[in-house]
């Protein structure tokens, strides 16, 4: 592969993407592995902790939640702020496990909510839905399924058992994503240790980060457009998940829906190696 191959390539994914948005809600901004994806995201950030709304161009922080139904809700704020959740804590599930504490109401304080739909509205499509939204992840998905079907990538926080009243844990999540053509690209678990164990035993993974990806494969179609297929090239690439790349270039060339010189060059695995300045 020569330099002037590449390049041509980089210059072609660089004229087919659009700014990358990212509705981001219950989180507070995103982590450290999307910084390398700065100038190329639009980050919504819906985060009802937060103290009022603020934008900064790549960023929009607003003072709401993210509910099913929207309009006026009541959160449920917690000891451990992270833990705050529009649900109730299922104080017999999390006293089975370490951090019960962190659990704790503290405040019930009314709050603004949004719907996904309302949101896309107000912003336009999300490319990528990340949900940290304490056990409202099931419910939010499938209660909009075209704001699912419009993201090419969903991130979740969740739990594997239900540490709030009415919440869905991953053996729900998964089959509702999987059904709608995602794939399961990565996930952690972690367990909350009992402090009258300590480290020194295993214990029960309670909770899961999963990071599903829109995949043509899964239900058999090819619905997929040219722009979303540019961003997920995109996110795969900078977020190191080179392998799913390069197999999903290789089926994009199948379909000819790349021009032949990208194909061409996508299609090699050597090209994912390179360092890509967009």
């Not at 529009?86 to 704790?104: H, I, K, M, T, W």
């Not at 969740?158 to 994503?177: F, I």
């Not at 480290?199 to 179609?221: I, S």
Request: glycine share 8%; net charge negative.
């Amino acid at each position: 592969m020569s330099d002037a191959e590449a390049s041509d390539t980089l210059a072609w994914l660089s004229s087919q993407l659009s700014p990358i948005q990212v509705l981001d809600a219950g989180a507070r901004g995103l982590p450290a592995s999307w910084d390398s994806l700065s100038g190329l995201v639009r980050n919504i950030v819906c985060d009802p902790l937060a103290d009022a709304t603020m934008d900064s161009g790549d960023s929009t922080v607003s003072a709401v939640a993210v509910s099913v139904h929207g309009g006026p809700e009541e959160l449920n704020v917690t000891r451990d702020p992270s833990r705050s959740s529009l649900l109730e804590p299922n104080r017999a599930v999390v006293a089975r496990y370490g951090g019960a504490a962190d659990f704790e109401v503290c405040e019930r304080r009314p709050v603004p909510s949004s719907t996904p739909r309302q949101l896309k509205e107000q912003y336009g499509s999300f490319d990528v839905l990340r949900l940290t939204t304490q056990g409202l992840e099931y419910s939010l998905l499938s209660s909009d399924l075209d704001a699912v079907r419009d993201a090419v990538c969903i991130d979740v926080a969740g739990g594997l058992v239900d540490n709030y009243v009415g919440q869905y844990p991953l053996a729900v999540v998964a089959p509702l994503l999987h059904g709608l053509g995602y794939s399961l690209l990565d996930l952690s678990v972690r367990s909350r240790q009992a402090a009258a164990w300590g480290g020194t035993v295993r214990h029960q993974p309670v909770e899961y980060r999963g990071l599903w990806v829109k995949d043509d494969l899964v239900c058999g179609t090819e619905t997929t457009r040219l722009d979303q297929a540019v961003k997920l090239l995109v996110l795969s690439k900078f977020l190191d998940h080179h392998a799913f790349g390069h197999e999903m270039a290789t089926a994009l060339r199948q379909r000819a829906l790349l021009p032949p010189g990208p194909a061409r060059t996508l299609a090699k695995a050597g090209f994912w190696a390179l360092p890509w300045s967009l």
